[in-house]
């Protein structure tokens, strides 16, 4: 069984910059490929970003440019940096270790 805790959401302006966290505890984040995901109200959950366990990265469309994910294996957690958010980033955000677990998501609302 496989534990992720996420944080660092809040509210913030257009424009501004957000890094989420996600702890995992369990087992180890350096034998999967982790993720970040998304879902805003009335939608589906959609992929945000990838990280492989060689540190290859994957990036909706929506999200290139903007947010970078990265992994410290030292510290089993898992990092989304967000800049230049916009409104239509608003969204729960959670964690995924491999295919198997999720993390409970935490919100992110980006409003004036």
């Known amino acids: 069984q496989v534990q992720l805790v996420e944080s660092g959401g809040g509210l913030v302006q257009p424009g501004g910059s957000l890094r989420l966290s996600c702890a995992a505890s369990?087992?180890?984040?350096?034998?999967?490929?982790m993720g970040w995901y998304r879902q805003a109200p009335g939608k589906q959950r959609e992929l945000v970003a990838t990280i492989s366990i060689v540190g290859s990265t994957n990036y909706a469309d929506s999200v290139k440019g903007r947010f970078t994910i990265a992994r410290d294996n030292a510290k089993n957690t898992v990092y989304l940096q967000m800049n230049s958010l916009k409104p239509e980033d608003t969204a729960v955000y959670y964690c995924?270790?491999?295919?198997?677990?999720w993390g409970q998501g935490t919100q992110v609302t980006v409003s004036s």
């Open positions: 369990g087992n180890k984040i350096s034998i999967v490929t």
């Open positions: 995924r270790w491999g295919v198997a677990f």
